[in-house]
């Protein structure tokens, strides 16, 4: 079993910088990759980026790709969503979730139904 907060969020203007971060709790952090979603209200939730266990790879979606950079660190069970360039389309709830799964491939890495776990979300608004 793995229980995921994440923090980090906040009010930011239009080009603006944030740091989410998504601590885990239980053991094996390492073995599983680990996602960040989002969903704004109306809409449905959608893919942001992955990381493998050891986090060697990453996977991004487009829209984010060049602005946002996800990292880990084992030793502190946490993962973590550096954003910058931020925009006013990246408004929405922010999700860490957990998968059982290394290395996973890029379209497994992106469906949030191969998840196992997921956190509360932390809310990011980017002001324009």
């Known amino acids: 079993q793995v229980q995921l907060v994440e923090s980090g969020g906040g009010l930011v203007q239009a080009g603006g910088s944030l740091r989410l971060s998504c601590a885990a709790s239980g053991r094996s952090f390492s073995i599983y990759a680990m996602g960040w979603f989002r969903q704004a209200p109306g809409k449905e939730r959608e893919f942001v980026a992955a990381?493998?266990?050891?986090?060697?790879?990453?996977y991004y979606a487009d829209s984010v790709k060049g602005r946002f950079t996800i990292s880990r660190d084992n030793a502190k069970n946490t993962a973590y969503l550096q954003m910058n360039s931020l925009k006013p389309e990246d408004t929405a709830a922010y999700y860490c979730?957990?998968?059982?799964?290394?290395?996973?491939?890029?379209?497994?890495?992106?469906?949030?139904?191969?998840?196992?776990?997921w956190g509360q979300g932390t809310q990011v608004t980017v002001s324009s």
């Open positions: 979730a957990a998968m059982r799964k290394p290395y996973p491939t890029t379209e497994v890495a992106g469906q949030a139904a191969e998840y196992d776990y």
């Open positions: 990381v493998s266990w050891s986090g060697g790879i990453t």
